[in-house]
């Protein structure tokens, strides 16, 4: 009931006396002018605007009696004042299904002290902070204990536990409705929904088999590897995780426009294709152990793909240990994870466990401030930078998806070994797929195919009409080079033979990995390298690599399988051979950096200005058996050369603004960059 008090009363202050109406209007505007004013929540960056961020799960248990327990407002404000993030990711629902928070709709873990998440929210709106959820989305244990038919059906008949279907109620009955609660009851700017391409499974329930037949006009259903129809019922299961995107994302999205969400490893290499759901951004957590080299490879995937993206440190490593927080990373060694996502426009986060009652081990924010710290200084001239193309290596999407039989697994070693050499090389390299290229292949001097053993016929088409056309194309490996074989002028003869045979570059010698081919030779190809039966140049020889000239370009193969070799070895007599053979089809690039094999070039421009990014990847980072490192080898000198029509203004190195001495002569800058630490950024002024 509404109470009329009169026109003397004041709700905040009580009544007022005996005064006009015009009087008590004059009295409330004056107490209102000397009442502190209440001041507007800061604006929030929109997850397409952030660059830095940071990320705690601890996927709630049954364990979990206590949430929120040892949640304060003093602890969140710790980590917001220490880190300065543009948004912190927090748990609320892991892949055992059971919700950190009190939800109405969902599954939650067993007690609660109170709605720490609310607090959460609270706090981070008021210092301007941007709050996203992790949510665990195809992969929901509980559900589908609750919900057996709920669960994708095993190839063996069998529910799938983890594994969720896109043919059953999950979706519109839990996923949808929980995701709508935490917009509209909450009020949280987004989710990075976890556990969705990589968790997928094919699935063999009733509804899914009915519509696979459907679908294709398939009637036995394949049952395994191997087996007639398996490629086209992985692409069928594939296309109902596309379908899952499209619908869960609409349907929040219909009554909460303002909710961002990312599938998490969606359309990045784990599901390398181009974007055809309406994700806000693109995000994964790359390896917690070979962290340099998996962010290598995503960071240059995901910088073509078209959309906001950022990558995941995970901030500890799990080799050997339990996610306890005790073999957390150093500072510097999170720096140089940071760098290589940095070096490519990208924004990056970094992973902290919470404790089993959802607080913050607060113990790692110094870790993370110093990482922070690092990052910030070099926002303004990496975030959003654009790659200028120079050597494009191919992840084929249709070759992919033929050499998967999970729907979206990966096994990368036919394409890492060459990425790491070329990178090694100091070749500015783009990770991309066929539908990067089509339509747009000369803006790239040198496009490298890795192995693989199928194109589609209208990409093989244009791809050999770019070399026709004044391109270079290099192929990699017997297979890949089998598919080009009148282009090369190399007949293969016999078939794939896979015992070792010895690669000479140099005047040394290394063993081969996989698979090689000999071939008859057209009169005009050039040969590079030589691979010898026997560890010795008596022995009988083949050719390593064929150069042909086609129309106004070249195209060239090695006839060995380059790239697991190279992985187990990283040899340099592997590595000198494959650059020689790139520096013979493009012997120009716009930047040439010599002095170390241990920096990673990455040539941008931002802003107008060419920024040349160099990372350092000298030292173990590799070696799991010792992931924790508390310093990196410092590497320098570095010898410059930047080609430029004119002579630029100026030429500094960022962060600091230094300025660089520099000649020019002949078309190009030559400097010398004495030391590189862990990043810095060369910026050629040309105005």
Not at 123 to 134: I, K
Not at 411 to 428: F, H, M, V
Request: aromatic share 8%; proline share 6%; glycine share 8%.
């Amino acid at each position: 009931m509404t109470l009329d008090m009169g026109p003397n009363w004041d709700p905040k202050a009580g009544p007022i006396g005996s005064l006009a109406e015009a009087q008590v209007a004059q009295v409330k505007a004056i107490r209102a002018a000397l009442s502190p004013a209440e001041k507007p929540a800061p604006k929030r960056l929109t997850r397409a605007e952030s660059f830095l961020g940071i990320h705690f799960d601890f996927h709630a248990g049954r364990d979990c009696t206590e949430i929120g327990k040892n949640t304060t407002r003093a602890m969140i404000e710790n980590v917001l004042t220490r880190v300065k993030p543009d948004y912190i990711q927090i748990d609320c629902k892991g892949h055992p299904g059971l919700s950190s928070y009190p939800t109405k709709v969902g599954n939650p873990a067993p007690g609660f002290v109170g709605d720490p998440l609310r607090l959460f929210r609270q706090v981070t709106a008021e210092r301007g902070v941007g709050l996203y959820m992790h949510y665990s989305g195809v992969w929901d244990s509980e559900a589908i204990r609750l919900h057996p038919d709920w669960g994708a059906i095993n190839a063996d008949g069998k529910v799938n536990g983890n594994a969720t279907s896109f043919f059953g109620g999950y979706d519109d009955q839990l996923l949808i409705p929980q995701l709508c609660e935490l917009a509209g009851d909450y009020g949280l700017d987004g989710a990075w929904v976890d556990g969705e391409c990589w968790a997928s499974v094919p699935d063999y329930g009733d509804k899914a088999i009915q519509a696979f037949r459907a679908a294709t006009g398939i009637q036995e259903i394949p049952r395994k590897p191997g087996d007639p129809k398996w490629y086209e019922f992985l692409q069928f299961n594939r296309e109902a995780f596309r379908n899952h995107l499209r619908h869960y994302i609409a349907e929040v999205k219909k009554t909460n426009p303002q909710m961002q969400i990312c599938s998490n490893w969606a359309f990045t290499d784990h599901m390398p294709e181009a974007v055809c759901a309406p994700v806000d951004w693109l995000s994964g957590d790359y390896s917690p152990e070979d962290s340099v080299n998996s962010a290598r490879l995503s960071a240059r995937y995901l910088a073509h793909q078209g959309k906001p993206w950022d990558l995941m440190a995970w901030s500890f490593t799990i080799h050997g240990e339990k996610f306890n927080g005790s073999n957390q990373k150093t500072a510097v060694q999170l720096q140089r994870e940071a760098a290589v996502v940095l070096a490519l426009g990208g924004g990056f986060q970094a992973y902290f466990t919470q404790r089993r009652d959802g607080s913050i081990r607060e113990e790692f924010m110094p870790i993370m401030a110093e990482v922070a710290q690092f990052c910030r200084a070099r926002q303004a001239i990496c975030h959003r930078a654009e790659p200028v193309p120079q050597v494009a290596l191919l992840y084929s999407t249709a070759s992919h998806y033929r050499e998967m039989n999970g729907l979206f697994a990966r096994d990368l070693s036919r394409i890492n070994g060459t990425l790491q050499a070329l990178l090694e090389g100091q070749q500015s390299v783009d990770v991309v797929s066929e539908h990067h290229l089509m339509g747009r292949m000369k803006d790239w001097p040198l496009i490298v195919i890795a192995e693989c053993d199928y194109l589609e016929p209208a990409f093989k088409k244009e791809l050999i009409e770019y070399v026709q056309n004044g391109g270079n194309l290099l192929i990699v490996g017997p297979q890949a080079a089998g598919m080009f074989a009148d282009e090369l002028g190399v007949k293969p003869k016999d078939a794939l033979q896979s015992q070792p045979r010895y690669l000479e570059h140099g005047g040394a010698r290394v063993a081969t990995q996989d698979v090689w081919q000999a071939g008859y030779l057209d009169a005009r190809v050039r040969i590079v390298g030589t691979m010898y039966e026997e560890n010795d140049a008596a022995s009988s020889g083949l050719p390593a690599a064929t150069i042909m000239h086609l129309g106004k370009g070249k195209i060239a193969a090695t006839w060995f399988s380059f790239s697991r070799g190279y992985l187990s070895t990283h040899s340099p007599v592997s590595r000198a051979f494959l650059n020689d053979l790139v520096r013979r089809l493009f012997p120009n690039p716009l930047v040439e950096v010599k002095g170390s094999s241990d920096v990673d070039v990455s040539v941008n421009r931002i802003r107008g200005k060419l920024a040349i990014n160099l990372v350092n990847t000298a030292g173990p980072h590799a070696d799991t058996n010792k992931p924790i490192h508390d310093s990196i080898p410092v590497v320098g000198p570095l010898e410059i050369t930047i080609r430029a029509a004119n002579k630029p203004v100026a030429i500094t190195v960022e962060p600091g603004g230094q300025m660089l001495p520099f000649e020019y002569q002949d078309g190009a800058a030559k400097m010398t960059l004495p030391t590189l630490e862990i990043h810095r950024v060369i910026v050629v002024d040309e105005k």
